[in-house]
């Protein structure tokens, strides 16, 4: 396939995945119905493909149609950034940008970094709350994009980075060898918390919730004071923390999963150009700290 990819019908694409419906997409791009229909026509003929699979009122993804939106994704991306050097008229106006804690200490920084020198006229409102929360947010129309956990109970936004979920204790402590195991872990339905009490419960491990927070600061905290044992991605390892394997006695976690969730009702194109930004930041971005591991 020598044919280059026609930005315009890939910005088209993004739009019917995000708003679900060709209809809202029209809305979004500023074409009929019919128009957005042909192209994505052309697209589809374009990468010789079926890239749509109607599923009842709304549309799914094939397979192809999957792998065709992260390339779309990065493409709309890149050819803005590319526009928006050579405009006299940046982005301008507000998006509400929600996230929790131990995400906003990780990622905001380099989010808002590289964002905020590409559009300094747009101004981010950051709202902190655990994801279950942050996606009763988006229903509200309350924030415009959130970045969650995954969780495989309550799939919801897309997948845009995976990591390790660690089991972590104080490089000081041997509190993980106690009997009773002292736990630090985030609330009631925390995806993480879940998984840790899963796999102690089948391991038969007794334990207990020594710590419990909403905090990811509070829970790090405890683990870094070796009062408790705690479980953290890969790139919320802080100086101090130790990794804790099955040599330990404590098995592989299921990885963690980062999604982005937007909002149906706020497809601009301010929204859309910081969740691109977000997008690739995260696929981009690597672990700063080297974790010292069990020996």
Known sequence: MNALLDVDQLRTFIAIVDTGSFTRAADVVFKTQSAVSMQMKRLEERVGRAIFARDGRGVKLTDDGERLLDYARRIVHISREAVSAFEDDALTGRVRLGLPDDYAERYLPEILARFSSSNPRVEVTVVCEPSDYLTEMIDRDE?????????????????????????????????????????????????????????????????????????????????????????????ALRPGMRVLGPSDGFPTLPSCKIALLRNPGAVTETVMALADHIVASLDNMSTSFEPVAAE
């Open 143 to 235: 924030v415009d994009l959130a970045i969650i956990t995954h969780a495989s109970r309550k799939p919801v936004g897309e997948i845009i980075r995976q990591e390790p979920l660690l089991w972590v204790t104080s490089q000081r402590s041997v509190v993980h060898e106690d009997a009773v195991i002292p736990m630090a872990l985030s609330h009631a339905a925390c995806t993480w918390r879940e998984s840790a009490a899963a796999k102690l419960e089948e391991m038969a491990r007794p334990y207990r919730v020594l710590y419990s927070s909403r905090n990811f600061a509070a829970v790090g905290a405890a683990v870094l004071a070796g009062l408790a044992v705690s479980v953290v991605p890969e790139s």
